[in-house]
């Protein structure tokens, strides 16, 4: 659910005003569709890992951590069947690409190239740590169908700085938080993931980094849109960024502690919705 914040936070500032009715009800129930479909398919490639960290004790303790909020990994746990789970993907994946043909049919090529990219993260768990840049290329992937949904044709520096904003929150906010949480249940099965490869001290570095560029980024884009961002809307964009990302991340810098790796990636998950917030009330106001 919010998820779905970066998808409408796109699609109202290329916009620069609401989209029409149909336009916004088909898209929501796309983009959920959407979203459900990937995390699932996430699941359904990575389940036999998932077991293996299940059976090791692992996803115990994630009773503070907003992925963990109702059951982390419900195939891993026996909660639902593998042929149940596959049906649960399919249904949702083709509720998503009906939706996403009746808003354009380049919103298919993104949501199926979307897909693609998290069936190639997921099978590269014991590959490379550099599947965290995949991570951040299936994150954009939503918000950039919902633009070529509004509009069939988008400016290219939109999408780019659109791209690069999501990818550094993602990255920094999203992706390597999350492994740190499982960086000892990854440590015993050999996963490559960003945390396993350097270390607590240079993910905490890569982090961030990530996100010092995170804001810059949504600067630049809140300029190439239609709408004219007063001062105090500008502030309350940076306010977001360093009370949600930075403030966190030098946390987690200075003590390198899971609860704060949990805390960074909960706080981060709110960003999009902040900035959601701040543009719904300029369209308003």
């Known amino acids: 659910m919010l998820d779905m914040a970066t998808p409408c936070l796109a699609a109202l500032l290329w916009l620069g005003a609401f989209p029409p009715m149909r336009v916004a009800l088909l898209g929501l129930v796309t983009v959920f569709a959407g979203y459900t479909s990937v995390y699932a398919l ?74 693609a990219l998290e069936a190639v993260y997921c099978l590269m768990w014991r590959v490379t740590w550099l599947r965290s840049i995949v991570s951040g290329a299936v994150k954009t992937s939503g918000a950039l169908a919902a633009v070529f949904a509004v509009d069939p044709h988008p400016s290219f520096s939109f999408l780019l700085f659109l791209f690069l904003w999501l990818f550094f929150w993602e990255i920094g906010g999203q992706n390597i938080p999350n492994d740190w949480t499982d960086i000892e249940e990854d440590r015993r099965v050999q996963a490559k ?9 240079a993910a905490s570095a890569f982090i961030v980094c990530s996100l010092l560029i995170t804001p810059a980024v949504s600067y630049v884009l809140l300029r190439l849109t239609p709408y004219s961002f007063g001062l105090p809307y500008l502030a309350a964009c940076l306010l977001a960024g360093i009370c949600l990302l930075l403030v966190p991340a030098c946390r987690l810098f200075k003590t390198r502690e899971r609860n704060h790796a949990i805390a960074l990636f909960n706080r981060a998950s709110y960003y999009p919705l902040a900035l959601l917030v701040v543009v719904t009330a300029r369209s308003l106001l």
């Open 193 to 201: 993931t960003i945390p396993v490869r350097f270390g607590p001290e």
């Open 42 to 115: 996430n699941d359904v490639i990575n389940h036999r890992s998932d077991r293996k960290k299940v059976q090791q004790g692992g996803f115990q303790d994630a009773g503070n951590y907003l992925d963990g909020v109702m059951v982390r990994h419900p195939l891993a746990h026996g909660l639902i069947g593998l042929g149940e789970s596959l049906l649960w993907t399919t249904g949702w994946a083709v509720l998503a690409v009906a939706g996403a043909y009746m808003l354009n049919p380049v919103c298919v090529l993104v949501f199926m190239s979307g897909c």
